[in-house]
């Protein structure tokens, strides 16, 4: 299938409405485990910081492992079949999570059942930004972007909130049980999107591998698309999906004294301000222009995560609030309009390589920025280990000020990549 030509609203296009409701319910309870996994390594197996860590770890070690062979995998098959099984192989390990944790709570067991669920979100996620350029004509992916953000923002300002509520109220393995229906509920959305998927792109004859390969450097040598990755792989080292995310949780539950609902609640707060960025994104990009944008986007998280070493049990509510919903709304903004570029510039027979190429990249620095911040915790404490999370992300902003990605007005201004017939890709790859 190719992407649509003739723009039409998005409410009235029934494949973009299964998928954005897909996506949406998944956040909701994917956020759910955001509270809850970590909660039951503090609050059931007593996990210190290098435990949390390490559990961090193992969840990202599969984009390090299998991110590049998924992109072929992904471009290999039909991309709706493999959000729907991953769907379904999530549910199972999640359903599983709870009885084996409240029946015989085991960090081993934990991280095996956190890396199954790991190895599955990098085929998922792939495949779902991969399937976008197929439902909507080019002029409306950012468009289309921007609904997927908002309506994911406000599901991950609910999703913490009511794992917060859940963790207290029936115990944190339990509340595993919310995310596994969700993505019971996704499979079965994703099942109704027309099964007209392009045909399989990977030549006859090339090992996964040397596929793999190609889709990395496109990616590395593209002008636009380089300093986004780094900008990103920068960022997640040292932020909320990295170093700080490994001491975040027993900052807050044993230095600032917050409950499971209240940090949930707190947690959401920048899920809340992600719904703002995303509406406001466009008016954004008119007024400051996509470079611009996107440079103040890419900085703002790491300034405003500074606040999180000066809360106190006493100021901690406000400013964590302040710090992450701040952070929050600056994510909503680069993404958007990241991702948006990324589609614009890559034929759709090499969107898997691509987001599997960036994916390998960008979550590769995960594990060792969870394992890096587990360490720190542990020796210098969580207070120090906040600070210097902060001040590594601010740096994140250097490869994209310093590339040609921060004097684009528009991202239009980019010539779309033609959809590539099999031959074409390969020999501009080769």
Known sequence: MRAPTAASPLRRNREFRLLWSAYTITTVGSQISVIAVPLTAVLVLGAGAFELGLLMSVQYLPFLLIGLPAGVWVDRYRRRDVMMLTDVGRAAILGLAAPLMWFCPSLVILLLLVFALGALTVLGDVAHQSVLPELLPVSQLTAGNSALTASSSAAQFAGPSV????????????????????????AVLVRQLSDSDPEPAVLDGKSTWSTSLKGLRLVWNHPLLRPIVLCTAIANFFDLFGMLQAVLVLFAVHELELSPAIFGAVIGS??????????????????????????????????????????????????LVASLATSGFAVAVYNINQVSLRQRVTPLTM????????????????????LVGGLLGETVGLRLTLLLAALGSVTSVLPIALSPVRTLH?????????????????????
């Not at 969107?351 to 620095?365: D, E, H, K, L, P």
């Not at 590539?420 to 501009?428: F, L, Y």
């Open 163 to 186: 794992g917060g509520l859940l963790v207290q109220a029936v115990s944190a393995p339990l509340a595993l049980l919310a995310d596994s229906l969700s993505f019971l509920i996704s």
């Open 351 to 370: 969107q898997g390589r691509m987001n599997a190429s960036i994916r390998f990249i960008v979550w590769g620095t995960i594990p060792a920025g969870t």
């Open 270 to 319: 920048a899920s809340l301000a992600m719904v703002a960025g995303s509406v406001l994104t466009p008016v954004l990009v008119r007024r400051l222009g996509f470079g611009t944008s996107l440079v103040l986007a890419a900085l703002l998280p790491g300034v405003s995560l500074l606040l999180l070493p000066l809360a106190t049990p006493s100021s901690a509510v406000p400013l």
């Open 410 to 430: 528009s991202v239009d201004e980019v010539p779309a990549a033609p959809d590539m017939e099999k031959d074409q890709v390969d020999s501009s790859l080769s």
